[in-house]
């Protein structure tokens, strides 16, 4: 039978959901925020830990807003309608810090501001929707269960535009991505303006002193064609063959590109350069570096990394192993994804 109990909501954990405690275990709760009084319906119940569903909020926080959207809490994508914008920068700052010193056991982590989206709505320009029997939406929240939408307030217009063309089309289950105008098939930001705001961070932090930029996980070239002026060698590596196709078309003089795998050109690049003059910049997949191309960087020693993470947690793995032989100098989390629970960092590491 399942319990329901009252809980004071304290904190938010990465992933969005509220931490509360009860019976000695930390219960998580969605769609509650901290000074929240919640009766709750313990759903899941393990050894150390409880999750549950809200059925009533008895004292609101004073973080509270009233979500934009008519599928909050429904949908499964956003976390943080409910709360204040200026709070949700708090929390996830709050969150990127205890992620690396708990995982990456980094005691004194240097973070700097968060840079904040100028737009918390409105903002992506692209959604993944699935379609069945007709109807177009968005997962629930934890199931597979389908929200038919008829708008995505998350979304830039010309997204919503295109929405609204495929609900009014004739066409088959599955899914489908939506555009605001054209873009290639690799991954690029979801978020124009915070995009912009990392990559001029990037270009004010890199060191002027240097002669090789490598731009691991480079897609098309997103920071080596803005940094491409700064370095007298620029060398990308991207899995992706369209991506490379387009930096190649791209790139200057000083630009060269190469279609593979990082851990396996990674070596022979910082082989046959000073890397006591070399910018290493990486952006890899959530799932972060390959343990490989982690091996190389610490033998080989080049004399600045900005590493770019959209996951805290596998940047705070990577971190462990990178601080052995660097000195973390900054971490600066990015709202790239506001009203989610999702955020772009920025850290920089330099010898020790």
């Known amino acids: 039978m399942e319990e329901t109990v009252e809980l004071s909501i304290t904190d938010i954990a990465f992933g969005g959901a509220g931490v509360a405690r009860h019976g000695g275990k930390v219960c998580f709760v969605p769609f509650t925020a901290p000074g929240d009084l919640v009766r709750v319906k313990l759903s899941r119940s393990r050894k150390k830990f409880a999750e549950g569903v809200a059925v009533e909020i008895l004292r609101k926080s004073p973080d509270r807003v009233v979500p934009q959207c008519a599928y909050f809490a429904r949908c499964g994508g956003c976390a943080y309608q409910h709360i204040a914008y200026a709070r949700q920068l708090e929390i ?4 990127v810090e205890q992620t690396i010193r708990r995982v990456g056991r980094i005691a004194d982590v240097p973070m700097r501001a ?3 989206a100028p737009e918390p709505y409105g903002y992506r320009n692209r959604i993944r929707v699935h379609v069945e029997a007709g109807k177009a ?3 629930a929240h934890r199931s597979h269960e389908l929200v038919p939408v008829v708008r995505c307030e998350i979304a830039q217009p010309a997204v919503n535009e295109a929405l609204d063309e495929l609900r009014r089309a004739s066409v088959r289950d599955g899914d489908y991505t939506l555009l605001a105008g054209e873009r290639g098939e690799f991954f690029e930001q979801t978020n124009d303006a915070v995009a912009a705001e990392l990559l001029a961070l990037v270009e004010r932090t890199v060191r002027r002193d240097q002669a090789l930029l490598v731009d691991a996980y480079c897609g098309a070239g997103f920071f080596a064609h803005r940094l ?3 370095f007298a060698e620029v060398i990308g590596i991207e899995e992706n063959e369209h991506a490379v196709a387009l930096a190649r078309r791209r790139a200057g003089g000083n630009e060269r590109y190469i279609a593979g795998d990082v851990g396996e050109y990674l070596s022979e690049i910082l082989a046959s350069h000073d890397t006591g003059r070399a910018t290493v910049i ?3 997949p959530a799932t972060g570096i390959a343990p490989r191309a982690l091996d190389i960087l610490s033998a080989t020693g080049p004399s600045e990394i900005l590493y770019v993470s959209c996951n805290p947690a596998t940047l705070a793995r ?3 192993i990178l601080c052995a032989r660097y000195r973390l100098e900054s971490v600066t989390p990015l709202d790239m994804f506001p009203q989610t629970a999702e ?4 850290a920089v590491l330099r010898p020790a």
């Open 137 to 139: 939406g968005f997962y």
């Open 92 to 95: 996830k700052h709050l969150q």
């Open 282 to 284: 990486l952006d890899p």
């Open 228 to 230: 491409a002026p700064l």
């Open 114 to 116: 968060i840079v904040p």
């Open 343 to 346: 955020i772009e960092v920025l």
């Open 318 to 320: 990577d971190l462990a």
